[in-house]
């Protein structure tokens, strides 16, 4: 039975492990990219709209951020179930689902406008 029930709690725990390789190699190549590689002088909207032409640095910026959401979203919900009980943890775990949610959907959206007026 005990088990069953800390299956939640192990399956956050490899999301914030594997996320965070994750999000290490991204925000390093990230990095490089807008601040060793090209001039940071040069890195402004167009130097996005340019970037976002190409469906490598969608797919890239995308899983960085869905990456970077699920990597908060394991955490907080980590922190809701250590600190929160009963009905309360459930209704912050609902709202965390609920945010995580919006703010992915929200990115999605403001990367495909990106990505349409770079067309």
Known sequence: ?????????????????????????????HFA????????????SSFVLRRWSSALWLAWDWTMLAAALAHGGAGAWLVIEEQAGGRVAQHLKSGLVLTVTLLLTLGTIALAVGAARGA
């Open 1 to 29: 039975m005990s088990s069953v029930i800390h299956q939640p709690r192990l399956a956050m725990f490899i999301v914030m492990r594997t996320t965070a390789v994750l999000l290490a190699v991204l925000v390093l190549g």
């Open 33 to 44: 990219l807008t601040h060793i590689v090209t001039d940071v002088s040069d890195t402004g």
